[in-house]
């Protein structure tokens, strides 16, 4: 997982790392720190924050995770960010699939 410099998401990160362990429930998560990739990230997030910020009050996971996966779709459409084989990275669970063109 990349994040920014503050403590705070590395605190709260470690803590479930510290869980993962004790548990030995999934992979730990791997925190890095560099600031180039958070802002990679974060300029590909605008396009999804810009669009979900007037759609309010999602009354189901499910539809908020399919509107959503809808919208990096779109995005990833525009952009022509798809595998040889013509599916989608997104995968079946979250509502991506194969692309017909």
Do not use: C
């Not at 669009?51 to 779109?74: C, L, N, Q, R, Y």
């Amino acid at each position: 997982m990349a994040i920014d410099k503050s403590g705070a998401n590395l605190a709260g990160l470690m803590a479930v790392n510290v869980i993962l362990k004790f548990t030995g429930m999934g992979r730990l998560v791997t925190i890095r720190q560099v600031k180039y990739l958070n802002n990679i990230l974060e300029q590909d997030h605008r396009f999804i924050k810009r669009i979900t910020a007037p759609i309010t009050g999602f009354k189901a996971i499910h539809s908020a995770a399919a509107t959503i996966a809808g919208i990096e779709v779109a995005h990833m459409i525009r952009k022509d960010q798809f595998a040889a084989n013509g599916t989608t990275p997104l995968g079946s669970d979250a509502g991506g699939g194969r692309i017909v063109r």
